[in-house]
Every structure is written in structure tokens, then in C-alpha cells.
């Protein structure tokens, strides 16, 4: 079993910044892409920011060029820096992770959620 655990969120004016982290642990050989999702009030969860084994990265377009993802391999953590956030940003964030385990099996694991509030 694999637990991601976030850290991070909160409430923030326009134009500010907050930093997302999250750790994986668990039956964890290594982790092949891990990343953030999020959702909005009656909308669907979205891929925000994701980056893979090879550190190519993907970002939602409405947050390129505000946002920058970076993983550390060693530690299994994943963060998303925030920046120049809008109130459209306010979401539940949700850390998300596929782990390929010693025996070789892969399976997709999500963090509980983090609420990330931006005022106008």
C-alpha cells in the first residue's frame, strides 16, 4: 500500500503565491509520474501539473507560465509552486501518483486533498 500525504494549501489573495508538497511512502520501487490534479465546486477534476520519471513535465494551459512542478527522486515528494494565482484557481488540490511496486505492478494512488482558497 502507498499513502500520499499533501501539505500546503490554504487561503491566499490575487495575485499571490502558495506551495504545494506531497510525499509518497509505502511499498514504493520507484514512482513513474506524479503530479496535481484538482476540482473545482461542480466541476470535473483536472490535470493541473504532472511530471514523469524523466522530469518531462505537462501543465494545464490556464496555469503555464504560474506554475512550476519539480519531483526529488529520493525522497519520493512531489511540489507545485503557485504563483500569480486567481480566484478561477480555488480548488480542492489532489496529489496524484503511479508507483510501480518491487514486484513490478504498477497502480495509481491519489492524496486525500487539499483546499487551496484564493480571494479576489
Known amino acids: 500500500q502507498v499513502q500520499l500525504v499533501e501539505s500546503g494549501g490554504g487561503l491566499v489573495q490575487a495575485g499571490g503565491s502558495l506551495r504545494l508538497s506531497c510525499a509518497a511512502s509505502?511499498?514504493?520501487?520507484?514512482?513513474?509520474?506524479i503530479g496535481w490534479y484538482r476540482q473545482a465546486p461542480g466541476k470535473q477534476r483536472e490535470l493541473v501539473a504532472i511530471?514523469?520519471?524523466?522530469?518531462?513535465?505537462n501543465y494545464e494551459d490556464s496555469v503555464k507560465g504560474r506554475f512550476t512542478i519539480s519531483r526529488d527522486n529520493a525522497k519520493n515528494t512531489v511540489a507545485l509552486q503557485m504563483s500569480s494565482l486567481k480566484p478561477e484557481d480555488t480548488a480542492v488540490y489532489y496529489c496524484?501518483?503511479?508507483?510501480?511496486?518491487?514486484?513490478?505492478?504498477?497502480?495509481?494512488?491519489w492524496g486525500q486533498g487539499t483546499q487551496v482558497t484564493v480571494s479576489s
Open positions: 496524484y501518483a503511479r508507483v510501480i511496486t518491487p514486484g513490478v505492478d504498477w497502480y495509481d494512488y
Open positions: 509505502g511499498n514504493i520501487f520507484s514512482i513513474n509520474s
Open positions: 511530471i514523469t520519471s524523466n522530469v518531462s513535465t
